[in-house]
């Protein structure tokens, strides 16, 4: 399908402006939904997409769901230890195979109870001997490209899949050091916003709001005057920024990690799918599965460093995410009602270290939109 000019002409813009010169992008990137349509089909189904945590899949057995670009997709760990993307759709007549998590080495459709094994096979099909165009050993669940990355898992439902270590080999030099793949997540949630999914995504990758929208949360921790920008990579963007001296000296942290990392923050994105927030002691994460142009689903966790964190500490460290995303949500919500008024003109984007992750951002939409 080709991009309707009106977009396009914007996307190509995009590429011609600089840090200096960056504009937001109009409202009808957020509210269109044939535009939204087009994204997922460029984006989202052809692209690494970040849909949990490793440690879901830790042991033979278990299993959760998501939703790429409207495929539902079953994640399994199978006896054979290896961890699958499969279709979660029954080969039978369409049924969504799962939709909880848990721990079975036997998924049983509920319409006919056609039943599979986290390989995808189809072991049983009651009742459907006499075919002679079928046979259950025959039938298995497609299957997508499945890769893990510091400990995140991310799915390729597109036939072409690039080589997602490649693509984050410069994100990975940023980050090893924190090693997000040892860390654990102590906390998770999953929520729906009614915004749009690049809304939610732009916003937890700029400090320009950390002060301002955040004075009584986040400015008191991360304040905006010490956000600094990151030179972006192919699919990643991101930003760092300090904390602020009035924090205790003693952070915990990998050993890994020199004293000037130990005291950043590290916001980073990797598109088009999942925003990392990371400290030495803990990571912040946000999977993004889009909806419509109006509606995002978020798979939110914590991920904490190292053993015997207090359970008062955890629950300091929730509270302060939950209050600052309440504080994001609130916003969002008048940002994409603003984003969908008749009137709504493009606004200059501040200095790169502020909101230049928003013009990188852009620019990476218009690599893989265009
Ligand atoms: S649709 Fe799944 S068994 Fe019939
Ligand atoms: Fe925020």
């Given at each position: 399908m080709p991009i309707p000019e009106q977009f396009a002409e914007v996307l190509r813009g995009v590429e011609n402006q600089t840090y200096q010169t960056a504009w937001s992008l109009p409202g009808r990137f957020y509210v269109d939904e044939e535009w939204f349509n087009i994204e997922n089909q460029r984006l989202f189904s052809q692209q690494w997409v970040c849909v949990g945590r490793v440690e879901e899949l830790e042991n033979p057995g278990d299993f959760f769901t998501c939703d790429i670009a409207g495929q539902p997709v079953l994640l399994t760990h199978g006896k054979d230890g290896k961890r699958r993307a499969l279709s979660?759709?029954?080969?039978?007549?369409?049924?969504?195979?799962?939709?909880e998590s848990g721990s079975s080495d036997r998924f049983t459709c509920?319409?006919?109870?056609w039943s599979y094994d986290a390989a995808g096979q189809l072991l049983t099909a009651p009742r459907?001997?006499?075919?002679?165009?079928?046979?259950?050993?025959e039938c298995r669940l497609p299957e997508y490209f499945i890769e893990d990355w510091m400990g995140f898992i991310f799915v390729c439902i597109g036939s072409n899949p690039q080589d997602l270590n490649k693509q984050l080999q410069k994100a990975t030099e940023l980050?090893?050091?924190?090693?997000l793949e040892e860390m654990k997540t102590l906390y998770r949630a999953d929520e729906c916003w009614e915004v749009n999914w690049k809304c939610l995504l732009e916003n937890f990758m700029?400090?320009?709001?950390?002060?301002?929208?955040?004075?009584?949360?986040l400015h008191k921790v991360?304040?905006?005057?010490l956000c600094k920008h990151i030179e972006p990579g192919d699919i990643h963007f991101g930003y760092t920024v300090g904390f602020t001296s009035?924090?205790?000296e003693e952070r915990v942290g990998h050993?890994?990690?020199t004293e000037e990392q130990m005291d950043t923050c590290v916001m980073v994105a990797i598109a088009p799918g999942l925003a990392v927030g990371i400290g030495s002691d803990y990571c912040s994460f946000l999977c993004l599965q889009p909806v419509s142009a109006g509606r995002v689903k978020v798979k939110i966790g914590l991920l904490f460093h190292g053993?015997?964190?207090p359970e008062e500490v955890v629950a300091e460290a929730v509270s302060l995410f939950n209050d600052t995303m309440a504080e994001d949500k609130a916003v969002l919500l008048r940002v994409q009602k603003g984003l969908a008024a008749p009137s709504h003109a493009s606004g200059p984007l501040a200095k790169k270290d502020f909101e230049g992750t928003i013009f990188d951002f852009f620019r990476y939409l218009s690599r893989s939109l265009l």
């Amino acid at each position: 399908m080709p991009i309707p000019e009106q977009f396009a002409e914007v996307l190509r813009g995009v590429e011609n402006q600089t840090y200096q010169t960056a504009w937001s992008l109009p409202g009808r990137f957020y509210v269109d939904e044939e535009w939204f349509n087009i994204e997922n089909q460029r984006l989202f189904s052809q692209q690494w997409v970040c849909v949990g945590r490793v440690e879901e899949l830790e042991n033979p057995g278990d299993f959760f769901t998501c939703d790429i670009a409207g495929q539902p997709v079953l994640l399994t760990h199978g006896k054979d230890g290896k961890r699958r993307a499969l279709s979660n759709i029954c080969l039978h007549r369409g049924t969504i195979l799962v939709e909880e998590s848990g721990s079975s080495d036997r998924f049983t459709c509920p319409y006919h109870r056609w039943s599979y094994d986290a390989a995808g096979q189809l072991l049983t099909a009651p009742r459907m001997t006499g075919r002679k165009d079928f046979t259950s050993e025959e039938c298995r669940l497609p299957e997508y490209f499945i890769e893990d990355w510091m400990g995140f898992i991310f799915v390729c439902i597109g036939s072409n899949p690039q080589d997602l270590n490649k693509q984050l080999q410069k994100a990975t030099e940023l980050i090893q050091p924190y090693h997000l793949e040892e860390m654990k997540t102590l906390y998770r949630a999953d929520e729906c916003w009614e915004v749009n999914w690049k809304c939610l995504l732009e916003n937890f990758m700029e400090g320009y709001h950390l002060s301002p929208l955040h004075r009584t949360t986040l400015h008191k921790v991360n304040p905006t005057r010490l956000c600094k920008h990151i030179e972006p990579g192919d699919i990643h963007f991101g930003y760092t920024v300090g904390f602020t001296s009035r924090l205790p000296e003693e952070r915990v942290g990998h050993s890994d990690l020199t004293e000037e990392q130990m005291d950043t923050c590290v916001m980073v994105a990797i598109a088009p799918g999942l925003a990392v927030g990371i400290g030495s002691d803990y990571c912040s994460f946000l999977c993004l599965q889009p909806v419509s142009a109006g509606r995002v689903k978020v798979k939110i966790g914590l991920l904490f460093h190292g053993d015997n964190w207090p359970e008062e500490v955890v629950a300091e460290a929730v509270s302060l995410f939950n209050d600052t995303m309440a504080e994001d949500k609130a916003v969002l919500l008048r940002v994409q009602k603003g984003l969908a008024a008749p009137s709504h003109a493009s606004g200059p984007l501040a200095k790169k270290d502020f909101e230049g992750t928003i013009f990188d951002f852009f620019r990476y939409l218009s690599r893989s939109l265009l």
